[in-house]
């Protein structure tokens, strides 16, 4: 079975400023793919980044970026240069290599962008 | 920007009532998914439907639900008797392949059971 942790329920960072949403999963597949949702107050799910279990480099998006750490099991989610319409909920996911791909979320963490 | 329609957008249902959410996936797209978010909680896996079947589904997706693909643009969520617990927002998601990084979600469904 999968597991996302998410610990960070809320998170506040200055405009401008870096931020890192921490995300630790479990699995005992050995090919999965990670991936990092926005969903604003408008309920909708924006994908933001993904990074597969055998990828070499971190995936990087634009001011996103996921700092993968394969053997301690984390997926943290890094914005750079933070801007008001980063405030959101944020979900990290799982998926595995069998099946049709479905998806585990972890619980979300909401950041709020600060003036 | 092709992107996945849901409709209606909230619905409101009596308890024991059938619900049916209706989502319009990406034309080109092969692979469809629902999913539920109960408010203040995590998004979670109902149902996937491939090739005009279902090709996986959670333990949540009892009974009581259904999916049909009834034409060549419609992808429906049906829930047979609705319960309060079933109050949610539903996603609807569809991909060209079966890799969830091609995963596009709609806007959701909000449902509320009174």
């Known amino acids: 079975a999968q597991k996302i942790t998410q610990t960070q329920p809320g998170m506040f960072v200055q405009e401008k400023e870096a931020v890192t949403l921490d995300c630790t999963y479990d699995t005992s597949d050995p090919s999965y793919g990670l991936f990092w949702y926005k969903q604003p107050s408008s309920g909708e799910m924006i994908f933001l980044i993904y990074?597969?279990?055998?990828?070499?480099q971190n995936a990087t998006e634009g001011r996103y970026s996921l700092n993968f750490q394969k053997a301690r099991k984390s997926a943290n989610l890094v914005i750079s240069a933070s801007q008001l319409g980063d405030s959101a909920m944020y979900f990290c996911a799982m998926s595995n290599s069998g099946g049709y791909q479905k998806v585990t979320f972890g619980t979300g963490t909401k950041l709020q962008v600060i003036p | 920007e092709p992107e996945v329609t849901q409709t209606p957008s909230h619905q409101v249902t009596q308890m024991g009532q059938e619900v049916i959410l209706r989502c319009v996936p990406i034309s080109n797209h092969l692979y469809f998914y629902w999913y539920r978010q109960i408010l203040g909680q995590k998004v979670e896996f109902l149902v996937s439907?491939?090739?005009?079947?279902?090709?996986?589904k959670s333990e949540i997706f009892d009974d009581q639900f259904s999916v049909e693909r009834p034409d060549g643009s419609n992808f429906t969520l049906k829930i047979r008797s609705t319960k309060l617990e079933d109050s949610a927002m539903y996603f609807c998601a569809s991909s060209e392949t079966d890799h969830p990084r091609g995963y596009t979600f709609g806007s959701g469904t909000r449902l509320t059971v009174v």
């Open positions: 990074q597969g279990s055998y990828d070499q």
């Open positions: 439907f491939y090739n005009n079947e279902i090709s996986e």
